[in-house]
């Protein structure tokens, strides 16, 4: 009896082959971004939780913001007991610890920052505070030798609080580059790069900065993993926005001590961390 050859072609084969990788060239990007919007979901729950937790630190202290870190000049934390072996030297994220219980609520998942020694162990804050609402680095400033003392604002204070950014998603690889002696990440590190002076992306070499510019530390959100990051208002909202956004009633800046520039891709958060100044980067109005 004879039995017919039922063996695919070589033609019918390739055919097979090129549907599969037509079908994985319209799957693949698909599953990324589904990968990507669900990444975006925890972190938007993350960020959310701080800015919860910063609602219940005003509760406690009087409506009144807390400083950004606790670090003088000269050694000056360290002879105060400021800063300590344990803790390092508390920062607004340490000080919102009793709220959160769980530093994992301080990290997003597109921050491609290597963790770094903390109070808490290894790890990483993808978070920063605007410079201009919760600000300073505390008590002094003993390296000029002047005692200007310290000003932290109250939250009734702002004008509008729906369009006065608290908490960005700073996610800038950078900030992990404290490596000049041992402590450093778990000491000034953690308390100098906490804060937002701008909401510049990385890649522009403004906000980047040389290799050894603090605007390295101090700005740029990595939107490389992602093109819009996520920004906690002072009245609770969180809301995702895209890559050069202009936020309005904000000034397009690089810092107090530049001029307004309106080709930057961005607006300024930063302000003097030791007292309110005339040139501190405009909050908005309504």
Request: hydrophobic share 40%; glycine share 8%; aromatic share 12%.
């Amino acid at each position: 009896m004879n039995h017919k050859n039922r063996a695919f072609t070589l033609i019918e084969l390739l055919v097979v082959i090129a549907i599969i990788a037509i079908l994985a060239a319209i799957l693949f990007p698909v599953f990324a971004q589904a990968k990507s919007a669900a990444k975006n979901i925890k972190t938007v729950s993350n960020i959310k939780q701080v800015g919860t937790a910063q609602q219940l630190y005003l509760g406690d202290y009087d409506d009144m913001y807390q400083q950004a870190g606790t670090m003088n000049g000269n050694g000056v934390s360290w002879a105060t007991g400021a800063c300590q072996a344990s803790v390092g030297c508390p920062s607004w994220d340490t000080l919102l610890m009793p709220y959160m219980k769980n530093w994992e609520l301080f990290q997003s998942d597109f921050d491609q920052a290597p963790k770094t020694l903390s109070p808490f162990g290894n790890t990483k804050r993808s978070f920063r505070v605007a410079a201009n609402v919760i600000r300073g680095w505390a008590g002094t400033n003993t390296w000029n030798g002047q005692d200007i003392g310290f000003q932290t604002i109250s939250s009734t204070a702002l004008p509008a609080p729906a369009s006065t950014i608290v908490v960005t998603e700073q996610r800038n690889p950078a900030s992990a580059d404290c490596t000049w002696w041992v402590g450093a990440a778990f000491y000034e590190c953690g308390v100098w790069y906490s804060r937002s002076a701008n909401t510049l992306s990385n890649d522009d070499p403004v906000a980047f900065g040389s290799s050894t510019g603090l605007f390295k530390y101090a700005s740029g959100i990595d939107f490389s993993r992602a093109n819009k990051a996520n920004y906690v208002f002072a009245d609770t909202h969180v809301k995702s926005f895209a890559k050069g956004y202009i936020f309005p009633g904000y000034e397009q800046r690089l810092n107090t001590g530049s001029a307004v520039d309106t080709t930057l891709k961005g607006v300024c958060l930063d302000a003097d961390p030791f007292r309110i100044s005339a040139t501190d980067c405009k909050l908005p109005e309504q």
